[in-house]
């Protein structure tokens, strides 16, 4: 009973979050499942894949149905991505836990840095339209290969790195990246955790209160989102404080694998 109300509140609190700021709270996924749910750092990192690959999906259906994706961009960046995602999770699995998790906590402050600077729109309009040449080919097929692998590797979504692998490769509009980046973050998650799964590391009844948890957050954090929108930017100051208060605890708890402390 302990178990379920920890999983709700926790996937209510990554909900809540990304509802609230439009992304990076899926970073919290496996510390959450970790220190507050207390899964094992593997288990963690594949139930998590799963609950953000369930999210991602609802929300990529809410910006395909207001046009904002680039479905051939989409396709090509989640398709080629999977396999990197394979490799990557694989490769996952087999790396000691701790020192995982340390090198997650590095990349957790690399997302709060990420989220401390300023959205950089790229050039273009939303009635442009979608160009696929030999060389956006080749660019959209290295940053999927190599966004794929480190989401597979770390058990996250990667929508902080996806969006602007789309950006540069493709020269589309910041909104239609975003909504073209949850095809690849659901299909990245879902491979990871199919991948985690086929070892028996995935909590599944976890992952389903996660998911409904999540929902309900979602639900708050974007209605709350529609009255601060003035304030986003105070907004994502304050998360990525969150985020580096727990990537230093992280990185405590898991520095002696690398012999740190």
């Known amino acids: ?40 750092p593997h288990v ?16 990529f259906g809410g910006h395909a149905r207001k046009g904002n994706v680039r479905w051939r961009s989409a396709a090509i960046f989640a398709v080629l991505g999977i396999v990197g995602a394979a490799a990557g999770s694989t490769l996952g699995k087999a790396f000691d836990g701790k020192k995982l998790l340390f090198l997650f906590a590095i990349l957790m402050i690399t997302v709060g840095l990420l ?33 794929g692998a480190l989401s597979g590797f770390f058990g996250i979504g990667g929508g902080f790195l ?43 009844p976890v992952a389903v209160e996660f998911i409904a948890g999540g929902v309900i957050g979602g639900l708050i954090g974007t209605r709350l989102a529609i009255h601060l929108a003035g304030r986003r930017a105070a907004l994502n100051r304050i998360f990525a404080g969150l985020v580096f208060v727990v990537a230093v605890y992280m990185l405590y708890k898991n520095a002696a694998s690398f012999g740190l402390a």
């Open 44 to 59: 963690a990192i594949g139930t998590s894949a799963l609950a953000v690959s369930a999210n991602a999906f609802a929300n």
């Open 162 to 204: 996806i969006v602007p692998g789309l950006l540069f490769s493709t020269g589309m509009p910041m909104i239609f990246a975003i909504g073209s980046s949850l095809l690849s973050v659901g299909s990245f998650g879902l491979t990871t955790a199919v991948n985690y799964a086929a070892s028996g590391l995935v909590n599944w």
């Open 115 to 147: 989220m401390l600077r300023p959205r950089r729109v790229a050039d273009g309009t939303a009635g442009q339209a979608e160009r696929l040449d030999a060389a956006t080919l080749l660019a959209v097929a290295a940053a999927a290969l190599t966004v």
């Open 1 to 40: 009973m302990i178990e379920t109300v920890l999983a709700l509140l926790s996937g209510g609190t990554v909900g809540f979050t990304l509802g609230l700021i439009g992304g990076g709270g899926s970073i919290l996924a496996t510390p959450l499942m970790l220190y507050v749910i207390g899964l094992a």
